[in-house]
């Protein structure tokens, strides 16, 4: 069965500090992945998706960038953390249905 | 672009029947679909509409009219656990990603 792994589950960090969280998917090949931020009680922003290896496509202008090194890793990073970054991020895999989307448990970030 | 409309609360007695609507507008179309989120969780998937009408699984029913450019959600025998935040999503036609709505948060009470 497929699974997918989100680090760390919670993390505060300083403005102006880097940030890099990682994404895995077991039990899978070739997958579509994403990466997703929600503000406390509000919608899902889609923030990048990768359909391969290298290929990143950014939705919104931001701080922020992902890469996808392997076909299973996605990883989404800053290199200067300003106030407005603070949310929960989430990474999400489908394959062949892009409707149909596995999310895993998220990060929740602070930025003081 | 593209938007979704979803009431943004609701409120419902355990054991009765509540419906979620969303109104979309996109330019090009490719399917609606639902997700539950329970209070800091993460979204797990509930149902898909490709085409027009009535998708079932267990207490959970789902329409599409593409006609109207509108679905609803349809939770049946309500459960407190079923207390959450449900979002509808589109894709759009050629797009590899979702449009997730800002969501409805369902209370349910005894």
């Known amino acids: 069965s497929q699974t997918i792994h989100q680090w760390p589950a919670t993390l505060v960090q300083p403005v102006g500090s880097p940030l890099s969280l990682e994404c895995t998917v077991e039990?899978?090949?070739?997958?579509?992945l994403y990466w997703y931020r929600q503000a406390a009680g509000r919608g899902l922003q889609l923030l990048f998706y990768?359909?391969?290896?290298?290929?990143i496509s950014s939705e919104v202008p931001q701080n922020l960038s992902a890469s996808r090194p392997q076909d299973r890793q996605f990883i989404l990073s800053s290199k200067k953390l300003l106030l407005s970054d603070s949310g929960f991020y989430l990474c999400?895999?489908?394959?062949?249905?892009?409707?149909?989307?596995?999310f895993g448990p998220g990060t929740r970030l602070t930025v003081l | 672009g593209q938007s979704l409309e979803q009431p943004s609360e609701v409120t419902a007695v355990e054991g009765a029947i509540v419906q979620i609507n969303c109104t979309y507008q996109?330019?090009?179309?490719?399917?609606l679909s639902w997700y539950q989120q329970h209070d800091g969780g993460a979204p797990t998937f509930l149902s898909y509409?490709?085409?027009?009408g009535l998708e079932e699984t267990g207490r959970f029913s789902s329409f599409l009219s593409r006609s109207d450019s509108y679905g609803y959600l349809l939770l049946q025998e309500l459960q407190m656990k079923d207390s959450a935040s449900y979002f509808c999503?589109?894709?759009?036609?050629?797009?590899?990603?979702?449009?997730f709505g800002t969501g409805t948060r369902l209370t349910v009470i005894p």
């Open positions: 999503a589109v894709r759009q036609t050629g797009a590899n990603n979702l449009f």
């Open positions: 996109t330019s090009g179309f490719y399917g």
């Open positions: 509409n490709g085409l027009d």
């Open positions: 999400a895999w489908s394959v062949g249905e892009v409707n149909t989307q596995y």
């Open positions: 039990g899978t090949s070739n997958p579509n």
């Open positions: 990768s359909v391969g290896i290298g290929q």
